[in-house]
């Protein structure tokens, strides 16, 4: 499939799937399945089409007909990640109530599977129809609460990246207690020069869960806010 300027789409979502065409039964759901397992068990450094297609059992070329990139099984698998949980089947009562229980579900989806929070360093727009249907929810959410246009995008892309940020520092940061610390002392060595830092447990605080609600919360009431100007 060609884009209107001639060049090929690059979006996997954007061109149609290809069927079988004489090769032993192998399926995009197949595929998905064999790639996020693969990225489970050993990260995104792993992930290559060679060794997804001898985790499927099948040739290169077999799988090849299916997806044409790593790119495009990275954007399928990730896709696949936002189906494991459904996105609500109607509103609460409360606009804030929606936005917190979707960032809340999207943050347990990221952690279970880490590598996935790492996918919008690669600079591709998730497009996939389950993760459509999370940002719809949430967008929903957003105009309920009072926002439109660049301030509803906004307030998106703030919500987004909370999400991603805080997932990927925790699945990445994996300090040990002789780490912290040393971190620790070394700031305490330091204390006239990072008095407020070295008083606060920087590199010591690794309340994950409270600090993702804390910092959704400053969030929530900056929306909520910025709604009523």
Do not use: C
């Not at 090849?64 to 609460?92: C, M, N, S």
């Not at 409360?94 to 989806?109: P, Q």
């Not at 940020?165 to 780490?179: I, Y």
């Amino acid at each position: 499939m060609k884009s209107r300027s001639g060049g090929k789409v690059g979006n996997v979502w954007l061109r149609p799937s290809r069927e079988n065409n004489g090769e032993p039964p192998l399926t995009r759901a197949r595929i998905v399945e064999a790639a996020v397992a693969l990225l489970d068990d050993e990260g995104m450094e792993r992930l290559t089409m060679r060794r997804l297609a001898e985790r499927l059992q099948v040739g290169a070329t077999t799988l090849y007909w299916h997806v044409a990139t790593k790119d495009d099984v990275i954007d399928l698998a990730v896709d696949a990640i936002f189906g494991e949980t459904q996105v609500p089947g109607r509103h609460a009562e409360s606009a804030r109530e929606d936005i917190a229980t979707l960032v809340h579900n999207w943050r347990k989806a990221m952690l279970r599977h880490p590598w996935a929070a790492t996918v919008p360093a690669r600079q591709r727009p998730l497009m996939g129809p389950n993760f459509l249907a999370w940002m719809e929810f949430l967008q929903t959410a957003l105009v309920r609460a009072g926002l439109t246009g660049k301030r509803l995008n906004a307030a998106t892309w703030a919500l987004y990246n909370h999400v991603m940020g805080a997932t990927a520092t925790q699945s990445s940061l994996q300090l040990s207690a002789e780490d912290t610390r040393m971190g620790q002392e070394y700031l305490e060595s330091r204390r006239e020069q990072y008095p407020t830092v070295a008083a606060n447990s920087y590199i010591a605080d690794d309340d994950w869960d409270a600090n993702f609600r804390l910092g959704l919360g400053f969030l929530l009431d900056g929306i909520a806010a910025g709604a009523q100007r």
